[in-house]
Each structure stands twice: as structure tokens, then as C-alpha cells.
């Protein structure tokens, strides 16, 4: 690790980026991720790599799948609005066996919407938001160091599975600035898989790159299952804070989490026993976290989103068993006072009235 | 913690004000973090930045209440002045802002004419550095010596090398005391 470096969120994404080895990039502007643009503008030039601004996040996304087919360690990035049109490409991606990252800098609203920070893209991103049969790891930074961290173990990621790898960061994790260790640089061989498309003579069988079950067949379910199963075996990622005794357990991502860990803290002062799983990765959701909820009579989930999307996931993570409340925001980040008075409510509930 | 709201035209230099505060609270081993207004606020002409320096880790990057408000103008104490938590400081440049102007009677402020100090010293855009020198003078947020190396050092790591702006800091001390 390198020394601590001021940078904003977004950059450190883009250089982390390049320290893993990515040597593509094709992206749109749109606010608020257009810094990862406008670093990799220059930057990718200095490593020897290819950059292009699109006409359209449709086509950057495409060049992606390109750059994915011939090897490379390829990335695009965009928010909201652009983010929905790379769907069609995702799905591509996975269809493929392809690896890429594929990273949303969330913004509030649906629509256009606005350029502030929001969470409501969760169900979008976990879910498969293109069509077809198929999810993605989903990681979710809450800082510019996982900004960082996360974009670097991204791109391994999408090379263990083959397969794309979505990065759910948001307008505040990206805009902000914080002291940041950046990784080391790492060299990716374009040459090292058997299935990438490259140059060859006559007498080699030539490779494709195409809808896999095309060349698979049958045996394509069992491998597309135990894809899933291994991801969600091995993949599930998180972070807990005083789980072990609490009786309400705050469940939260990204820059929701911050405020949530403060919360954790303020309300243990006052005697109050919360606590906190953050999940780092979405998707595969970190249902093993929640088997060290044992005290737990109740779930609230804190997200910038006014529907609670998180809660089907806590739900299904803890059997439906115990009640999975919601404390959202579309315009602002939750603060912690108001959290801790929302825990307190929500524990005196649980103990029918008192505390 | 502190928390600090940095505001003023853009131009003055408040958000390279920030980055010095942060850069230096880097150096003291501290958390910080720096959160600006992005987007169609800056066509406006306003900018302005949240900072935070802490020991403990730091939560939002959004200031609900500050302790410190630096202004380099009259609209940004318009805005920014019902922030303060009672007993904040407020740094008002008065170069720019009427001498007759009322402010909260729970907040401390401290008045300096910033821009004529720098266009003085002729170094009219260190009106932020003569602003920090202010701030450091009516604050012991950091010990001043430290903080103008800080500020050197930030300028020398982008191959900047800005002698006036030991004066204008120093100068904005001396009219803080």
C-alpha cells in the first residue's frame, strides 16, 4: 500500500481501475460520475491504454463487450438514466460468459431524476436489470478506499466467474474526497484465457464468442447453476458492528452505512442495543452474516430509497421470522440523531412498551 | 470533530481553501473528508464545500450543524450563517461584506478584510490563504506554523511555489489577534 493520498471518490475508482490492470474504458458523461471519465481522459494514456468517450452509454458498453472478447480487463461507468441503457449489454455479458465491470454511480429519482446521491437503484442491480435469467456480484463501497479496494478485487471477480461484476457506488461516495492507500499496480495479460478472440493462423480451430448455450447445450443449466451457487457460497462479503447481543439490527450499504455505524454507537451510549450488518456485496446478498443475530427482535433497514428495496432481502436472509422495518430518505442522507430515536421506538415496540 | 462550511464566489478560492484544511488535518493523522456542491449550483457563481477533521472515523459527509462557517462574501453568510451551531465561528471577509451588518448574537465573529490584504500584498488571489491565516489565529485547530508548511507543501506537490502566500497568512494572524 502506497501512502495516504487526498482523492475524490470517483478517481480513486478510475486509478484503482488502471492498478488492476484495466487497459479499456469506454463511457458517457452524466452526472455525478463523469470525473471517472475525465481522469481516465488522460490517465489511460500514461498506462497505454485505450479510452474512449461513446456516443452513447449503449455503444460504450458494447465496446466493453469487445474489449471483454479479445481479454482485456475492460470497464465502462455511468449513473441512472446511463446506467439503464447498458441493461441490454449486461445481459449480453452474462449470456456471453464474459468478464467486465460495470460501475453506477447512483443518483436520486427514476426518470431523469436528479443529480444527488440516492440508493434507489438496489432492486435494479441485484436483480439482473436487463432481460434474461441471470444476476451479477454486486459490490457496494462506503468509502473512497473501498472505492478502491473493491474496483481492484472487481475485476479479479469478473475473471473468476467470467462474468460481469457491477459496482454500486453513489453520487456521495463518488464526490467526496477522503484520504486513500492506493493499491499496487498489478499487469493483466490480454493473452492468458484460451476463449478470448485473437489473431491466429489457418490451420487453428477459431474461437467465438457468443451466447454460450449455442455451443454447450443441455450441460448448460447445471454449469449456469453451480455458477450461482459457488458466487453465493463464496462471494458473500460484509461487515458487522455489535450484532452479537443487539435486539434491533440496522442493515445497510454504502453511504446509508456510515451514519448507521455512528448510530450503532450513539445508541449503545444511551444503553440501547443496536447494531449493524453492512453488506459489501448486494448480490450475493450476506445471508451468513445474519445467523449472529441471535438477540435480534427486529430488522430496519436505512437506504436511500423511499420503498425499502433492501427489506425483501433481510426478509428472505432471516426467514420472514422477525418484523424488517424501513427507515428511508430519497433527498438526504438519514441522520443520526433522527436514527437513534427511530432504534429506540422501534426496541421499545419490540418489548411491548417498555425498555 | 470539526466541522467547517467553506463559501464564497467562485474564484476566491474556497474550495482550494478546503483541500489546504483537509491536506493538513491529513498530515495531522486525522480523518478528514471534504463533500462539495456540484452540479448547477456552480454555474450560479456560489462555491462552497463541507469539510470535516476528526480523530474518529467520520460518518456523513453532509454538515447538518458546523462549528466553523469561513465566508468570503456577503451571500454566503446569508446562507450559511443559520448553520452555526451555537458558539460557532464566523469569518467574515470584510473587504466585501457592510460594516453595519448584524449576525446572530450565539456566534462568534471574527472580521478581517481578506482581499485587501492579499491585492496589498500583492497576491490577489491568496485572499483564501490570508483567510486561513484568520481562521488560524481565532481557532487552535492546528498549531499556524504547521499549517503554513501544509500550505506550501499542497502548492509544491502540484509544482507551485507561492512566496506571497507566507505573507498574506501571516498577515491575516496579525489582524485576527
Sequence with gaps: ????????????????ALRAGCRFFAGYPI???????????WRMDEV???????????AAINMVMGAASGGARALTTSSGPGFSLKQEGISYLCASDLPAVIVNVMRIGSGLGDIAQGQGDYWQMTRGGGHGDYRTIVLAPNSVQENADLTYLAFDLAEKYLHPVLMASDAAIGQMIEAVALPEFREHNIDRYEWSVKGGTMEEDYRRIQNIFYTMGPAYEDFLRAKYDRMEVEEQRWESTAVEDAELVLVAFGIS???????VEGARAKGLKVGLIRPITLYPFPVKAFEEAKNAKAFMTVEMNLLGQMTDDVRLATGCELPVYHYGSIFSISDTQELIARAEELIKEAKGGEL | MTEMICAGFGGQGVLTAGM???HAGMKQGNNVIFYPSYGSEMRGGTANCAIKISEKKIASPVIRQADIVFTMNAPAIDKFESILKPGGLLLVNSSLVDENRTYRDDIRVVKAPVTD????LGNPRGANIAMIGVLAAATDLFDPEFLLAQINDYFEAKGKKIPANEACFRKGMETAQ
Excluded: F, H, W
Excluded at chain 1, 31 to 41: K, M, R
Design chain 1, 1 to 16: 500500500m502506497s501512502e495516504r493520498v487526498l482523492m475524490k471518490g470517483n478517481e480513486a475508482l478510475a486509478e484503482a
Design chain 2, 117 to 120: 490584504i492579499a491585492a496589498d
Design chain 1, 48 to 58: 497505454g491504454g485505450s479510452y474512449t468517450q461513446a456516443e452513447s452509454e449503449l
Design chain 2, 20 to 22: 489546504l484544511l483537509i
Design chain 1, 31 to 41: 452526472t455525478p460520475q463523469t470525473e471517472i471519465l475525465e481522469y481516465l481522459s
Design chain 1, 257 to 263: 452505512s456510515r451514519v448507521c455505524e455512528e448510530a
